[in-house]
């Protein structure tokens, strides 16, 4: 349903008032569907999705290995004519354009059984950080961890809505070369994809990437950094050898502008988060509360951070979000019950001490 739902909003841009061009070829556009019925309806979407899915950019990620999963032509009829071309969907505010594909991914967000939760950020939460982070026009943001897109579409937002004068130059920067993501699971950065190309985000090159974060340094350095990187404490590495052959699997991430090594996940992406920040970068992250100072090498990791970077954290439940800032080098955090205190050091050697007040 997701890609016929994709084809229709696709289409909707094409009118007014958007009246763009059309993102979709011709031949596989959401009225050559409705002009079929029948047999000659379920050939010809599967036909779509194939020729979709062999297209570059967007296009490839969005319908690569996608699947006609529905077995009635009579129901796939259904569903086309008598409810999706409908509604106009676009006119919908939600995050993609339709509140009906936004609970399409907040529903399998919450799905146990499929463990999809991990790829899908509440948008309450998504609300604060961006607007804690307060993006700008010029600003490049990336996510390592980017899941469904929602700190992307949620930063394009702001941007829109708190600078209504942008030059033309400064518009096209914000469509092509903003944003910048990463995801491990090709099902989510298919959803991802979506969302991004229904927002107008994306130009000639693809601004996602379907890999590992960790694997290595991406080289390219951003102002904003904002994530939620998956759960789970540990993840492993396949090392090939150069005849192509699996030689060993690892925990331990090995990384030269690491400086910490460990097999604990939240802590490899935030130490890939501030190699990724430029100097004077901010980024948010969403980690668990006890991220900096559970066992080693959380402790050094802690103290490393503080010789570098700002973090303040913001608990107001579990988990937590560390705003860092490659500044001077502060700690402080607070807790939901008490003020608290934590101590670090400079780099000149000198402790710091950062204090608060109880946070509610």
Not at 65 to 78: E, G, Y
Not at 244 to 254: L, Q, S, W
């Given at each position: 349903m997701t890609y016929l739902l994709f084809l229709k909003m696709a289409d909707e841009r094409t009118k007014p008032p958007h009246n763009e061009a059309s993102a979709v070829p011709a031949e596989n556009s959401w009225p050559t569907l409705m002009k079929r019925d029948?047999?000659?309806?379920?050939?010809?979407?599967?036909?779509?999705?194939e020729k979709l899915g062999n297209e570059k950019g967007l296009f490839g990620?969005?319908?690569?290995?996608?699947?006609?999963?529905?077995?009635?032509?009579?129901?796939?009829?259904?569903?086309?004519?008598?409810?999706?071309d409908k509604e106009n969907w676009s006119v919908m505010s939600a995050d993609v354009k339709g509140d009906a594909y936004e609970g399409l991914l907040e529903k399998n967000a919450q799905d146990v059984k499929t463990g999809a939760g991990q790829y899908f950020t509440p948008r309450p939460l998504i609300a604060g950080i961006v607007d804690v982070m307060a993006p700008k026009p010029g600003d490049t943001i990336c996510d390592p961890a980017c899941g469904t897109g929602g700190f992307f579409l949620a930063a394009n937002e702001y941007i829109i809505r708190h600078n209504p004068n942008m030059t033309r130059d400064e518009k096209r920067k914000l469509k092509e070369s903003t944003f910048r993501g990463c995801e491990l699971v090709q099902s989510t950065a298919r959803l991802c994809a979506m969302n991004m190309m229904l927002h107008g985000i994306g130009g000639d090159e693809l601004p996602l990437v379907v890999a590992d974060s960790l694997a290595g340094d991406p080289g390219d350095r951003y102002e904003i950094v904002?994530?939620?990187?998956?759960?789970?404490?540990?993840?492993?590495?396949?090392?090939?050898?150069?005849?192509?052959?699996?030689?060993?699997?690892?925990?331990?991430?090995?990384?030269?502008?690491?400086?910490?090594?460990?097999?604990?996940?939240?802590?490899?992406?935030?130490?890939h988060v501030k190699t990724l920040l430029k100097q004077k970068g901010r980024?948010?992250?969403?980690?668990?509360?006890?991220?900096?100072?559970?066992?080693?090498?959380?402790?050094?990791?802690?103290?490393?951070?503080?010789?570098?970077?700002?973090?303040?954290?913001?608990?107001?439940?579990?988990?937590?979000?560390?705003?860092?800032?490659?500044?001077?080098?502060?700690?402080?955090?607070?807790?939901?019950?008490?003020?608290?205190?934590?101590?670090?050091?400079?780099?000149?050697?000198?402790?710091?001490?950062?204090?608060?007040?109880?946070?509610?």
């Open positions: 029948g047999d000659e309806l379920f050939d010809h979407y599967r036909h779509v999705l990620l969005i319908f690569n290995k996608s699947q006609n999963k529905f077995q009635d032509p009579a129901k796939l009829r259904r569903l086309i004519v008598d409810l999706i904002m994530t939620n990187p998956p759960f789970g404490k540990k993840s492993s590495t396949t090392i090939v050898a150069d005849d192509g052959k699996v030689a060993r699997e690892t925990e331990i991430i090995e990384r030269d502008d690491f400086w910490a090594t460990t097999s604990n996940k939240q802590l490899n992406f935030l130490q980024a948010a992250i969403v980690v668990p509360d006890n991220v900096l100072f559970e066992a080693a090498p959380a402790r050094p990791s802690a103290a490393s951070c503080c010789t570098s970077a700002r973090f303040t954290p913001y608990c107001v439940c579990r988990p937590v979000c560390f705003m860092l800032k490659v500044s001077k080098p502060t700690f402080f955090s607070s807790t939901r019950d008490r003020p608290v205190k934590h101590r670090g050091r400079r780099s000149s050697g000198s402790t710091i001490y950062g204090r608060t007040s109880t946070s509610r």
